[in-house]
């Protein structure tokens, strides 16, 4: 499902006036669900809309057991089959591998089938876990408060703002919304011109530039040398940061246009002043789940400092395993988890950076690039290929200083664009309505002449 389609666009546009012009809100509800599915539909497949709605049935049972018994067991074994449900799909590839070897051993023939995953699974199973757990929550006192009916469910589960990507949209956050009368409000419509055309700046222009840059550095790191390996993973991480980020503000935007606010996903996170600061900004609503449904469970920071550290590199390396079920995803993970070890260790000792004020953001910004190597490279001799060759074939030009110079500058002006995106809501406020239009037209016209050829897809959509 690629937002950018023209037929996304054509059904969008016809889906809206007539959801505004419909005043009832059981009608309008039953219209995102229609208008949800018929996405997934007709721009995903209807192999996916059937796989998603055998899953609503199950969550829909699942959180009637939980109300009924009102025990953890119910809780956590509802949990563990929808886990198991996005394991299968996600990790299909390695069980018809695993499998396959084990019926060889046996002279018999390897698993020929195949399943492909279903778009979206990882966030509405995310979803649907915080919608258990709210039924689970309200156990002591009236867990049938909580419990929805079947279509306001699908429809939490297939809102197609938050299906592809995300950002994770709790179940209360969402039903707050979903169960309150909706009006247009046109002061919002400065802020969703802004997004829209944030996200299409950085996803059509920034992050596909940035990828046609680095794709050829990054796939052949042997014939490069280590400042073109350095500038080619800076400008991944340009790359995923645009990529990703463009996807929210484009998804926060068509929710706005619906009457529904998205939980905050981006916070300029490469203005972060350490690891942990980072997560605090970077894919905010997965690093709030992290936290609230495995670090926390685990153990938190209540089981003395050790323990505190070892809960951190499980909820880490569980983050890592979950983005991929190669072992330079858990890696990638683990790094992380590593990191955010080392930043605690240094708070215990009273050890900081504060008088060296851009020092902590530029090795946290580098610290995360060297990350990057693992998230980008599937398999671990490749990455390693790329370490090598950057620690081995160190050599500049003087072009080379030049452009090191400018992205440093780069980087560091970056740093002084917090407020950004407020100062350019409150100018695009300032604009008469009727230029808004020709503004807008006129932008977009520009953005996509200078766009790349084809139609852009979304890094996260993988995941």
Known sequence: MNFFSLEFGLLFITFLP????????????????????????????????????????????????????????ALLSSIFFALCNLCFFKYYPSIKIFFSQILQSFGLSPMASEVFMPLGISFYTFASITYLYSIYQTREKNPNTNLKNFTSLAAYLSFFPTLVAGPIMRADFFFSQFEQKRIFDSSFMPIIFTLLLFGIVKKVIIASYAGI???????????????????????????????????????????LMIGFKLPINFNMPYTARNLKDFWARWHISLSNFIRDFIYIPLGGNKKGFLATQIFVLISFGLSGIWHGNTANFLIWGLLHGMGIIFINILNVCNINFKKVPLLPKLLTFHYVCFCWIFFYYSDFNQAWEYIHTLTSNFYLSSNDWGALILIW???????????????????????????????????????????????????????
Do not use: R
């Not at 949800?36 to 699942?62: E, K």
């Not at 500038?231 to 926060?252: E, H, K």
């Not at 560091?412 to 664009?417: E, G, I, K, R, S």
């Open 18 to 73: 007539i959801y505004w012009w419909i005043k009832n809100l059981v009608i309008q509800n039953y219209l995102i669900l229609f208008f949800n599915y018929l996405l997934i539909f007709t721009l995903g497949s209807p192999y996916v809309a059937i796989t998603l709605l055998f899953y609503t049935i199950f969550i829909y049972f699942a959180a009637h057991y939980i109300a009924y018994k009102k025990t953890k067991f």
């Open 409 to 463: 500058l780069i980087f560091t002006l970056y740093q002084f664009c917090v407020g950004f995106f407020e100062y350019s809501v409150k100018f695009m406020a300032k604009i008469p309505d009727f230029l808004i239009p020709i503004v807008i037209t006129l932008i977009v016209l520009v953005i996509f002449s200078a766009m790349p050829s084809g139609i852009p897809n979304f890094i996260y959509a993988g995941f």
């Open 213 to 255: 840059y680095t794709e050829p550095i990054l796939s052949d790191p042997m014939h490069q040398n280590s400042i073109s390996l350095l500038f080619g993973i800076y400008g991944y991480a340009l790359q995923i940061y645009c990529d990703f980020s463009g996807y929210v503000n484009l998804v926060t935007a068509f929710g």
